[in-house]
Structure formats: C-alpha cells, structure tokens
T-cell receptor, first 114, second 114 residues
Framework: DTEVTQTPKHLVMGMTNKKSLKCEQHMGHRAMYWYKQKAKKPPELMFVYSYEKLSINESVPSRFSPECPNSSLLNLHLHALQPEDSALYLC?????????????FGSGTQLSVL | GDSVTQMEGPVTLSEEACLTINCTYTATGYPSLFWYVQYPGEGLQLLLKATKADDKGSNKGFEATYRKETTSFHLEKGSVQVSDSAVYFCALSELVTGRRALTFGSGTRLQVQP
C-alpha cells in the first residue's frame, strides 16, 4: 500500500462551522505534512509532524488545528474559517522526515468556505 | 532564505516535441532537488530527484541534472506525449537550516497537443 488517503475529497462549510480533514497512510512513515494549495499556485507548507510530534508550524492561524492521534493518522481541525481559506489541502508523508526523502501526497481535500 | 524560480507557463508543445522547463534555486547550503508533477484533480507525485552536485535524476523519459555552478535543475524530455500534460513543480529541501520540508517553485503548466 503506497497511498496517502484523504477524506473528504470535497468540503463546503460556513464560517461558523467546525469540520475536520482526515489523512491516513499505512506505509510506516513517521513524518506527515499538511500543505495548502491555492488555485494555480504551489503548495505552501502548514505543519509537519515527526514521530507524532509537531515539529514545524509555519505561523498558521489558530483556526487551523492539527492533530496526530497515531503514526498512521493526521487530522486538521477547522473552526471559524474565512473565505480566503478556500483552497486544496494536501496531506503528505515521508519515511522519516529526512531532507532528501520522497514525499507521498494524497489527492487532497478541496475546501470551500462560504 | 531558500527559494526556487521556475519559468512561467503555460508551455504548449506538439506531441514528440522536445521539452525544457527551467528551474534555478537559491539555498544557503547543499539542498536536495526535486521535480514533482501534478495531474488534474490529483495530488503531487515525485518525478525525479538529485541529492548532490552533478547527479542526474531520471524517470519516464524525463531527466534533470543538479548543476551547482549555475544553481540550476532544468527538466528535459526528448519527446513529449499528450499524457505528459500536467503542472510541473521544481522543489528543494535543505538540511543545513534544519528545515526538512520542501520549498516549491511556482509551477509550470505543460500542455501537449496531439
């Protein structure tokens, strides 16, 4: 199994809603990542978890809250989002978090905030 | 800080034409360099990588050589196919700064016509 699975594929939410994005991998990878990608732009790093601990937070607003319940799962909890947060949210994983490793990406969750 | 600069797109080619997508980088140390490809509606996939100067990465007919003297990592393919139509991202990852996560270029959209 060499897949990173993200759910849901699409999500529409209002600014007062609370929702969660989920990511799962069963490759035994110990580093997991959240990226945000606006249309026609490159992915921007949000968070990195290494061995289930948050190792990088790219000054992301607190309305985005990551969680890593175990080594296979990564969640992104969303609360009080703004319309400008609408984007494709990509999850990725890598074996150990070394700088020259391949990242495996999921297909993303397309989020629309109304 | 680290950065990656790619040529503007879209690049439109006829099938069997030669492809070059330029990529240059700025880094404080000795980064690893990557090309990722994103097909419509999907996440990113690693196409090839090189981890030190003069290394050549290759995959599916694509090649790129890590040129330290020109700080470049241009992507080339001798004969493109319609199925190569996608967005191509050049990226780097560097250990020196302790930042073990990818920095992406802006992406170059390739359109191959039959």
């Amino acid at each position: 199994d060499t897949e990173v699975t993200q759910t849901p594929k699409h999500l529409v939410m209002g600014m007062t809603n609370k929702k969660s994005l989920k990511c799962e991998q069963h490759m035994g990878h110990r580093a997991m990542y959240w990226y945000k990608q606006k249309a026609k732009k490159p992915p921007e790093l949000m968070f990195v978890y290494s061995y289930e601990k948050l190792s990088i937070n790219e000054s992301v607003p607190s309305r985005f809250s990551p969680e890593c319940p175990n080594s296979s799962l990564l969640n992104l909890h969303l609360h009080a989002l703004q319309p400008e947060d609408s984007a494709l949210y990509l999850c990725a994983s890598s074996q150990g978090g070394s700088h020259n490793e391949k990242l495996f990406f999921g297909s993303g969750t397309q989020l629309s905030v109304l | 800080g680290d950065s990656v600069t790619q040529m503007e797109g879209p690049v439109t080619l006829s099938e069997e034409a030669c492809l070059t997508i330029n990529c240059t980088y700025t880094a404080t140390g000795y980064p690893s360099l990557f090309w990722y490809v994103q097909y419509p509606g999907e996440g990113l996939q690693l196409l090839l990588k090189a981890t030190k100067a003069d290394d050549k990465g290759s995959n599916k007919g694509f090649e790129a050589t890590y040129r330290k003297e020109t700080t470049s990592f241009h992507l080339e393919k001798g004969s493109v196919q319609v199925s190569d139509s996608a967005v191509y991202f050049c990226a780097l990852s560097e250990l020196v700064t302790g930042r073990r996560a990818l920095t992406f270029g802006s992406g170059t959209r390739l359109q191959v016509q039959p």
